[in-house]
């Protein structure tokens, strides 16, 4: 029996997907920092002896990344100061939970793709970092679509300096009816919509997500997200000497998260089978709630979510599909029986019965 003193154990949440490069081995900053002068000078030791770096400091999470996307992927990657970056343990997670996905029988495999796998990113970033992790882990190709000028330029760059994935992904910049807005009236269109966003009650009146971006007859396993999760910016509480860098644009969009992925789904409407996979990133679980609620209205025929914790931050997965379930083909020894032979199996054990008395 247990005693009154044992306190109930909570199950542990996993922190990290066991597929994941870190999962039995986090970066090891002692080994990373002889190897990589330009990253030593940010590592410390702490009194007992540990290797860390300041979390605070956007530098040194820069340059974490830089030399973990070297050493463990052999991608060469920056991005300018204060844009979003991204840790490569937990951008990993996400790829994996997107490859279970993927093979996860439920959803066949689209014939006319191949067998390459074809993912779209909602809002690649400067960083660019799903197409470059998805690419050089798994081989997967990618169009990575974003609106601002800075991101479209970075993320061109981190590819091309990848010979060995370049050819794998495409960078797509959002167009409005087919025509590229030029970068100043890009940014005046957001800027009268993050204002007017009480206006248009909450929901989502920026450029394009998928629909108008994804081209005529275009077919893709999956697409996935992190969308700017804020309404505002005071909500975000962005400060640039935080450690993750992100600007109002990367951050920020009008209805935030919320009325963002409700544009997706009301794309995902519209598209239909052109992805297997719809997916996104979820700040807020409240959001999760409302946005999986949405999605059995509009009738899809499978929702999944996870979870995502990130050190002391948890974020979730939501992901849907408009393709029919396959449906379970029974083996031939599993074929009606005929009454003939049914017959026989009682005759015989009958018979089995009146032998053994
Ligand atoms: C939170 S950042 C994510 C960047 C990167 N994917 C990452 O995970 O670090 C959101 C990105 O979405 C872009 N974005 C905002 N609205 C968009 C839209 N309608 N279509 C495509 N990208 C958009 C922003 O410019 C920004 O780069």
Not at 38 to 46: A, G, K
Not at 122 to 129: D, P, S
Not at 142 to 169: M, Y
Request: charged share 20%; net charge negative.
């Amino acid at each position: 029996m247990p005693s009154k003193n044992n306190k109930r154990k909570r199950p542990e949440r996993p922190t990290i997907h066991p597929r994941n490069k870190y999962a039995d081995s986090p970066p090891d900053f002692a080994l990373l920092a002889s190897l990589y002068p330009s990253f030593e000078p940010f590592v410390f030791y702490s009194r007992d002896g540990h290797p860390r770096i300041d979390w605070t400091d956007f530098n040194a999470t820069r340059e974490l990344t830089r030399v973990l996307l070297l050493h463990d992927h052999s991608l060469n990657w920056w991005i300018p100061d204060g844009q979003l970056c991204p840790t490569v343990p937990n951008r990993s997670n996400y790829i994996h939970w997107i490859e279970d996905l993927l093979s996860s029988e439920i959803i066949p495999k689209n014939q006319t793709l191949g067998d390459l796998v074809r993912g779209f990113d909602i809002g690649t970033g400067a960083n660019c970092i799903y197409p470059l992790l998805g690419s050089s882990l798994l081989g997967w190709s990618f169009v990575g679509s974003d609106i601002t000028d800075v991101a479209l330029e970075w993320a061109e760059r981190n590819v091309n300096k990848n010979p060995h994935v370049s050819q794998l992904i495409e960078i797509r910049k959002v167009t409005v009816h087919g025509v590229e807005l030029p970068a100043k009236e890009l940014s005046d269109a957001l800027a009268v919509d993050h204002e007017s966003s009480e206006v248009a009650g909450g929901r989502y009146c920026g450029p394009p997500i998928l629909l108008g971006v994804v081209r005529e007859g275009e077919k893709f396993d999956f697409c996935m997200c992190n969308p700017p999760f804020f309404e505002s910016t005071e909500e975000a509480g962005l400060n640039p000497k935080t450690s993750c860098g992100g600007t109002p644009e990367e951050m920020v969009c009008p209805g935030g998260e919320q009325a963002f992925i409700t544009r997706m789904i009301e794309d995902s409407v519209v598209l239909k089978e052109s992805f297997r996979w719809y997916t996104s990133m979820i700040g807020r679980k409240i959001n999760l709630k409302f946005l999986t609620s949405k999605l059995r209205d509009v009738g899809v025929t499978i929702v999944k979510t996870t979870e995502f914790v990130q050190g002391q931050t948890c974020r979730w997965g939501l992901a849907w599909s408009f393709l029919p379930p396959t449906k379970k083909i029974l083996p031939p020894a599993a074929v009606q029986r005929t009454n003939i032979s049914f017959m026989l199996e009682v005759w015989m054990t009958v018979a089995f019965y009146l032998w053994s008395f």
